[in-house]
């Protein structure tokens, strides 16, 4: 072999020794991902959990920062905070020292085995983890022994502040009897943020409960200026928390024929009065929150989803709107985004309702004058209430309510687009007339129309 050919068979073999190599390393570095790679998918498919990240009882969220971040002062507490979420602010913690003065008194007012401190902290600690789970957060920066005592506190704080104003202590309660501390903590505990679980406090009831109280009528007569009863209190079917409790007392129960139909927004109360219909406050014996009130039979239409529209008539319950109605109102919508496996759009629909009807101060004045709206508000801000508590508000139509009556106003609009021409040419021509010529053509269109409408009204009685 000469030197030439030795040498190229010496190239060779390195090269071949060369690819061998690279192969052989090749094949180390994928078995080595293909390793890494089962351990990656092992350690992900121990993160894996066949439940819901949310239990069933989850029931008190966080506000959506959608809704939030405009909005801030109308989802935090002022004064007293309730449950975890703004435990420990500073602002409120004037109010602990008051919360642990009503403590004492709860355990004071009936003194026997089940009062002792001792048991109410045994009782809620044995259901720590369901309480856990009502929110939909964590919390882990809360021990077993401060989320038990947060909870045992706040929860005998409502209680003995319900009883106390059931009870008339106004002139030695400091709280009772300084109406903007009561305003304030009432506005408070309806607030979506500031919710504590129902069963806490029945459960802290129940062991000190005295004859002739329910703690259902203890919360329904503190809350009566806030929201107006519509239905017997012991018919409300969800109780997860003060907000919930009060959304059904509002709402009362449900007519299945407005879910047949998708929700349909509708013209302004000035324009379907201009194309004939009518508006009617719908009567009812609906007062402020009371025993009386309580317990009476409930009809199916004293209640804020009892609208009906026949014939061109509108029938509306009346709707009781306070200083901080909006506060109110905004919790309930941010608890019916949150509480998907709980709620239906009720109050959401009510409200896409009204910010259809009301879109001017002439809106919002007619309904006044009506007694549909009974409000100490300026018309000026009823005109813009509903559009404020809806801005931000994305929902697909076939998920609200109201779908059988939005569905017979627009049959109704479209059955009278005679008379809506014939308003609109009146209105822009007839009424507002820029120049002699306006006022001729106006008449001589008005004048068509008229005749188009009598022929039409006459063809449609013959068939």
């Excluded at 913690?93 to 642990?100: F, N, S, V």
């Excluded at 719908?282 to 009371?290: K, Y």
């Excluded at 009146?426 to 306006?438: E, G, H």
């Excluded at 188009?452 to 449609?460: A, C, F, G, K, P």
Aim: net charge negative; charged share 25%.
């Amino acid at each position: 072999m000469t030197d030439s050919n030795a040498k190229d068979h010496s190239v060779m073999e390195n090269r071949d020794d060369h690819k061998e190599k690279a192969d052989n390393v090749g094949k180390q570095t994928l078995n080595g991902n293909k390793n890494k790679d089962k351990l990656l998918a092992s350690s992900i498919q121990g993160k894996l959990r066949q439940e819901s990240p949310l239990p069933d009882q989850t029931c008190i969220y966080r506000v959506p920062h959608k809704l939030f971040r405009h909005n801030e002062e109308d989802f935090v507490p002022s004064l007293v905070s309730i449950g975890p979420y703004h435990h420990g602010e500073k602002k409120l913690q004037a109010m602990e020292e008051m919360k642990l003065w009503y403590l004492h008194g709860h355990i004071e007012r009936k003194q026997n085995q089940n009062t002792r401190l001792e048991t109410f902290v045994a009782t809620i600690r044995s259901m720590e983890q369901f309480c856990r789970d009502c929110y939909d957060e964590k919390f882990d920066n809360l021990s077993s022994d401060r989320f038990v005592e947060m909870m045992v506190v706040d929860g005998c704080f409502i209680i003995e502040l319900f009883r106390r104003h059931n009870l008339g202590y106004r002139h030695h309660d400091p709280i009772l009897k300084t109406p903007w501390m009561l305003s304030t903590i009432r506005d408070d505990l309806l607030l979506l943020e500031n919710q504590l679980p129902w069963k806490v406090a029945a459960c802290l009831f129940e062991l000190t409960e005295e004859e002739n109280e329910a703690l259902r009528y203890l919360a329904a007569r503190f809350f009566g200026n806030v929201f107006r009863i519509s239905m017997p209190v012991e018919n409300i079917s969800s109780e997860r928390h003060l907000l919930d409790i009060a959304r059904g007392a509002a709402l009362g129960p449900v007519d299945p024929r407005n879910r047949r139909n998708f929700y349909h927004p509708i013209p302004s109360v000035t324009e379907l009065l201009e194309i004939g219909v009518n508006f009617e406050r719908r009567e009812s014996t609906q007062t402020e929150i009371g025993v009386d009130v309580e317990r009476r039979e409930s009809t199916q239409t004293d209640h804020l989803l009892g609208i009906t529209f026949e014939t061109g008539l509108m029938r509306i319950p009346p709707l009781c709107i306070g200083e901080n109605g909006e506060r109110f109102v905004r919790n309930l919508i941010a608890y019916e985004l949150c509480a998907l496996k709980h709620t239906n759009y009720y109050v959401t629909s009510y409200a896409k309702l009204f910010s259809c009807l009301i879109k001017s101060t002439k809106d919002a004045e007619f309904m006044m004058a009506k007694g549909i709206i009974e409000t100490q508000l300026s018309k000026e801000d009823m005109a813009c209430f509903f559009t404020r508590v809806c801005k931000d508000i994305e929902i697909e139509d076939d998920l609200l309510y109201f779908g059988d009556l939005t569905c017979s106003v627009e049959m109704y609009c479209k059955r009278r687009w005679l008379r809506s021409w014939l308003t609109m040419i009146k209105r822009d021509y007839l009424y507002n007339p820029s120049s002699i010529w306006s006022v001729s053509s106006g008449v001589v269109v008005i004048l068509i129309l008229t005749i188009t409408q009598t022929i039409y009204t006459v063809l449609s009685y013959y068939k």
